[in-house]
């Protein structure tokens, strides 16, 4: 079973976690799972980048980034070229390392 390590974050994680996931899950779901509260405003429908996260280690085994996710990327807060939704990053075989950015855009969160 991959391990998924995840970079502290101040609210998140604030001392990371390395939690164990099947492969075929999203990162999404593996950090949901383990009780980490990763913002979803679209349900992990790959609509939003609530859960934007930058993939550190093992970017070259999640799936490929399609077209939608990719134009979706593009609006993230702190893009960099290992960026991923991770609703969409389907974890393989390999162990990844995951950073969760300080801040999101959730137009829905702002506007309450």
Request: proline share 4%; hydrophobic share 35%; with cysteine.
């Amino acid at each position: 079973m991959p391990k998924l390590t995840v970079l502290p974050h101040a609210d998140l994680a604030p001392e990371g976690a390395v939690l164990n996931v099947s492969a075929g899950t999203s990162i999404c779901k593996g950090l949901l799972d383990h009780g980490i509260k990763i913002e979803h405003a679209c349900d992990q429908s790959g609509a939003c980048t609530t859960c934007h996260c930058i993939v550190r280690k093992g970017f070259n085994s999640l799936n490929e980034v399609e077209e939608g996710e990719d134009d979706l990327l593009d609006r993230a807060w702190g893009l960099e070229a290992q960026s991923r939704l991770s609703c969409q990053a389907v974890v393989a075989g390999e162990d990844l390392t995951i950073e969760i950015p300080k801040y999101t855009i959730n137009h829905a969160k702002e506007n309450d």
